[in-house]
Antibody, heavy 117, light 112 residues
Framework: QVQLVQSGAEVKKPGASVKVSCKAS????????IHWVRQAPGQGLEWMGW????????VYAQKFQGRVTTTRDTSLSIVYMELSGLKFDDTAVYYC??????????WGQGTLVTVSS | DIVMTQTPLSSPVTLGQPASISCRSS???????????LSWLQQRPGQPPRLLIY???NRFSGVPDRFSGSGAGTDFTLKISRVEAEDVGVYYC?????????FGQGTKVEIK
């Protein structure tokens, strides 16, 4: 079955970077885009961007341009999302999700990133 | 960016009764390929979101048939025919027609 398993929770200081991983299994990794979506505590969902695991091509929301980088390791079926210049309001649960069914059909369990001094 | 507006933001429902959530987009979600990329997601407490409905009215695999979606253009509706206890959570509409993808604010469904 399709599974997306994310790395564990992180605590970072303002200005630092965080790198979250998302390991895919149960399907052909290169066939489906991976999106990143975040959710601040008690808030709604915010789309950050996507990566084409086949080509490495990316599209990011303008809000995150220059601060987010998504990469992939096709040999391990892992996608990484790195967010730099962390601010307090980057505290959120970060989800990876597979782009399919014209939407996002399978989701990782989420990774809590806490930005705290 | 396309703004997605959901109403109501909170919906207390009696078990076994229907529930309806509306989602309106700030511009048409009809893609140049003719499809309308509007989907509905459910997020149960403490869980990641789960896809329920895609392209307005298509139920995703394993989704009970008490969930249905309808609409066109800029106005869309998610209906639950008879609410069950496991339906408690927050429901989001999402558009995948244009970048960036955007979500509604969420509608909390709770049992009265």
């Amino acid at each position: 079955q399709v599974q997306l398993v994310q790395s564990g929770a992180e605590v970072k200081k303002p200005g630092a970077s965080v790198k979250v991983s998302c390991k895919a299994s149960g399907y052909t990794f290169s066939d489906y885009y991976i999106h990143w979506v975040r959710q601040a505590p008690g808030q709604g969902l915010e789309w950050m961007g996507w990566v084409n695991p086949n080509t490495g091509g990316t599209v990011y929301a303008q809000k995150f341009q220059g601060r987010v980088t998504t990469t992939r390791d096709t040999s391990l079926s892992i996608v990484y999302m790195e967010l730099s210049g962390l601010k307090f309001d980057d505290t959120a649960v970060y989800y990876c999700t597979r782009g399919a069914s014209s939407s996002c059909d399978h989701w990782g369990q989420g990774t809590l990133v806490t930005v705290s001094s | 960016d396309i703004v997605m507006t959901q109403t109501p933001l909170s919906s207390p429902v009696t078990l076994g009764q229907p529930a309806s959530i509306s989602c309106r987009s700030s511009q048409s979600l009809v893609h140049s390929d003719g499809n309308t990329y509007l989907s509905w997601l459910q997020q149960r407490p403490g869980q990641p979101p789960r896809l329920l409905i895609y392209k307005i009215s298509n139920r995703f695999s394993g989704v009970p048939d008490r969930f249905s979606g309808s609409g066109a253009g800029t106005d869309f509706t998610l209906k639950i025919s008879r609410v069950e206890a496991e339906d408690v959570g927050v429901y989001y509409c999402m558009q995948s027609t244009q970048f960036p993808r955007t979500f509604g604010q969420g509608t909390k469904v709770e049992i009265k």
